[in-house]
């Protein structure tokens, strides 16, 4: 059983990354442990670094239930690679 939760996230892009933007985010989310799917992902800002962007974003996952609360779910999603910020907004159980 999953659960959708919504979650702003701030993340590090290389520059030299082939991909959309959007995509970045969503492949990095993926390899999160407890991220079952990315549903939507919002761009909300982009900073320019000297070897990165650093992408502001608001996204809709699907989260197994390993992770309890929202706590849990954003210490989950902040140990993918390049996340430095999340806050779990909303969510909700699945069906």
């Known amino acids: 059983m999953s ?4 979650a702003r996230l701030t993340l590090r892009i290389p520059r030299d990354g082939r991909q959309e933007l959007a995509a970045a985010v969503v492949e990095r989310l993926g390899r999160a442990a407890v991220v079952e ?4 992902v ?3 800002g982009v900073r320019p670094g000297l070897n990165d962007l650093r992408v502001d974003a608001t996204t809709t ?6 992770a309890t609360s929202d706590r849990d ?3 989950a999603l902040s140990e993918a690679t390049g996340v430095e910020t999340v806050e779990v907004v909303d969510h909700e159980a699945g069906p």
């Open 37 to 40: 799917r990315v549903d939507d």
């Open 3 to 6: 659960r959708q939760v919504e």
């Open 61 to 66: 996952l699907a989260c197994d239930d390993a």
């Open 73 to 75: 779910t954003a210490d």
């Open 42 to 44: 919002d761009l909300t």
